[in-house]
């Protein structure tokens, strides 16, 4: 192995390391964060810290998430091959991506039509046929596709949006960032059983908010 192809292998170790001392141990996630490069996400000047367990900045000033977080929502999720699964909040893509490698199919959907076209190109690159990004406000779920067997908000809400839980199948999980955008949020996970919703709180957590309506370039 020549000396940058050393260097490379030693981060993603490290990256991987990183993850499992964070609490992410499901096999089936860390192999598919293994396989899933997060390096093409992220551009530009930051393209170098791809492997640090970092949030990064990404276009429309949103962010890539912590892949430490990325690993820990995908666990709480518990997903099953057949699922369905909605993402609220693209972004970069990397994480409908992990998505993609757990789940039958991903829909994902963003209010920034530069985000949306930007991953989906990744996702033409890497050949990930079962993701269908989609420009939408996610606060009103995707009625056309639902209901969902899983659902992932990566913007935090003040409370769980009425229509994304209306659209989560009977034995769905929800998990979402809670909170006010600038305090302290805490990651949710909400199960949909015959009886109701069940919430359990589970970390603390910082992302960016969940905004109402498209954004000026949609
Ligand atoms: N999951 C992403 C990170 C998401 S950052 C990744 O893996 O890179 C949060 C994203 O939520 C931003 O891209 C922002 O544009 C989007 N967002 C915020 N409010 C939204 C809404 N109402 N509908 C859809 N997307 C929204």
């Known amino acids: ?7 490379i292998a030693e981060r993603k170790m490290q ?25 093409p996400f992220i551009r530009g000047l930051f393209s170098e810290r791809a492997y640090e367990d970092m949030p990064l900045p990404i276009a429309c000033g949103q962010t890539i998430s912590q892949p430490s977080v990325v690993g820990l929502m995908t666990q709480a999720l518990r997903i099953e091959p057949r699922d369905k699964i909605l993402e609220v909040g693209t972004g970069s ?20 039509k ?16 079962n993701i269908t990004p989609v420009v939408a406000d996610g606060s009103f779920g995707l009625p056309d596709q639902a209901p969902f067997d899983r659902i992932l908000v990566t913007a935090a809400a ?7 839980l209306a659209q989560l199948k009977i034995g769905g999980i929800m998990v979402v960032p809670v909170g006010q955008s600038d305090t302290v949020q805490h990651l949710i996970r909400v199960t ?9 709180e589970l970390a603390p957590v910082r992302f960016v908010p969940l905004v109402e309506g498209l954004g000026k370039d949609a």
């Open 93 to 112: 893509g990397y994480q409908a991506a992990i998505l993609s490698q757990l789940a039958r199919r991903v829909y994902t959907v963003d209010r920034h």
């Open 114 to 129: 530069r985000l949306v076209r930007e991953a989906s190109a990744i996702f033409n690159d890497l050949n990930l046929t």
């Open 158 to 164: 003040e409370d769980p949006p009425g229509p994304l």
């Open 1 to 7: 192995m020549s000396d940058a192809e050393d260097d």
């Open 15 to 39: 990256f991987l390391f990183a993850l499992r001392s964070k609490g992410v141990t499901d096999a089936r996630v860390l192999s598919a964060m293994e396989k899933i490069d997060r390096g």
């Open 192 to 200: 949909h059983t015959e009886q109701g919703f069940e919430y359990d």
